[in-house]
T-cell receptor, first 116, second 112 residues
Framework: GAVVSQHPSWVICKSGTSVKIECRSL??????MFWYRQFPKQSLMLMAT?????????EQGVEKDKFLINHASLTLSTLTVTSAHPEDSSFYIC????????????FGAGTRLSVL | GENVEQHPSTLSVQEGDSAVIKCTYS??????FPWYKQELGKGPQLIID?????GEKKDQRIAVTLNKTAKHFSLHITETQPEDSAVYFC???????????FGPGTSLSVIP
């Protein structure tokens, strides 16, 4: 149980285009979903926290107009990287916490974004 | 806010030996401490966690200890195997809140 699916696993796009990444909790309802960014050989950096039906809470320094987060249901959150540029190339990972659970985060497999 | 430090950053051990990774945290309100294993190109996988009401937890070859007074916790892997090679992250959070703060990670290499 507690499986989080993330799609796509790898995406290449041209500079200036937008990319959408989906995060789904497959067998549970997620109270909260989190989006992280990870650079090579570094730790996970929290970008934003999203709760179903409400606006995401962004960490300091993360541009909310650049990284659009939508959490329309208890099983789906999306991250859209708008007008992507090469510096947005990174590994993006989502996680979800189980509704009624004890703050355990279950992670997706990540999305490798390469912006040309 | 919470800050988590982790040592060592890299660790190489011979197969069959033990590996120990240590973390410290700054916020005394933190009461939940998970450990994650991340293989190359994959998302982190929860391998063990501990809450502040216990001092030690064990699951087969993996154990975690917590010293609340000193605000540090450790991961112990015994009888290491090559498949244990990965990056390990410790983390801390307050279970009433949402955020989990991660340490910088330890790259473990188990040499056959």
């Amino acid at each position: 149980g507690a499986v989080v699916s993330q799609h796509p696993s790898w995406v290449i796009c041209k500079s200036g285009t937008s990319v959408k990444i989906e995060c789904r909790s497959l067998d549970f309802q997620a109270t909260t979903m989190f989006w992280y960014r990870q650079f090579p050989k570094q730790s996970l950096m929290l970008m934003a926290t999203s709760n179903e039906g409400s606006k995401a809470t962004y960490e300091q320094g993360v541009e909310k107009d650049k990284f659009l987060i939508n959490h329309a249901s208890l099983t789906l959150s999306t991250l859209t990287v708008t007008s992507a540029h090469p510096e947005d190339s990174s590994f993006y990972i989502c996680s979800a916490t189980l509704q009624g659970g004890e703050n355990i985060q279950y992670f997706g497999a990540g999305t490798r974004l390469s912006v040309l | 806010g919470e800050n988590v430090e982790q040592h060592p950053s890299t660790l190489s051990v011979q197969e069959g030996d033990s590996a120990v990774i240590k973390c410290t945290y700054s916020d005394s309100a933190s009461n939940y401490f998970p450990w994650y294993k991340q293989e190359l190109g994959k998302g982190p996988q929860l391998i063990i966690d501990i809450r502040s009401n216990v001092g030690e937890k064990k699951d087969q070859r993996i154990a975690v200890t917590l010293n609340k007074t000193a605000k540090h916790f450790s991961l112990h892997i015994t009888e290491t195997q090559p498949e244990d090679s990965a990056v390990y992250f410790c983390a801390a959070s307050f279970s009433g809140g949402d955020k989990v703060i991660f340490g910088p990670g330890t790259s473990l290499s188990v040499i056959p």
